[in-house]
């Protein structure tokens, strides 16, 4: 089993800053891509963010240049630094990782419960 626990989410005032974490722990052998979804209501589940193992980084074009993705490998965590926000960044957002566990070996994708993030004055 593994599960992911995200933290940091809030209220905070347009303009604001917040930073997202999420902890990876159980039977995991590795860790390949990490990533931030964001759903708000009425709306699909969206990328946000994601990083591989080696850093490489991609981002929804809606949070370039505001939102910065990070990753601690010898931790298993995540983090989203999400700077500059909006009103319609307001949505919950999801961890996600590609994990291969250990017995047995194999890949799978996990999420984690969501953290609710709220941008208003």
């Known amino acids: 089993q593994v599960q992911l626990v995200e933290s940091g989410g809030g209220l905070v005032q347009p303009g604001g800053s917040l930073r997202l974490s999420c902890a990876a722990s159980?039977?995991?052998?590795?860790?390949?891509?990490m990533g931030w979804y964001r759903q708000a209501p009425g709306k699909q589940r969206e990328l946000v963010a994601r990083?591989?193992?080696?850093?490489?980084?991609n981002y929804a074009d809606s949070v370039k240049g505001r939102f910065t993705i990070s990753r601690d490998n010898a931790k298993n965590t995540v983090y989203l630094q999400m700077n500059s926000l909006k009103p319609e960044d307001t949505a919950v957002y999801y961890c996600?990782?590609?994990?291969?566990?250990?017995?047995?070996?194999?890949?799978?994708?996990?999420w984690g419960q969501g953290t609710q993030v709220t941008v208003s004055p």
């Open positions: 159980g039977s995991i052998f590795s860790i390949s891509a």
């Open positions: 996600n990782g590609v994990v291969t566990t250990t017995l047995p070996l194999r890949e799978y994708d996990y």
């Open positions: 990083i591989t193992k080696v850093g490489t980084t």
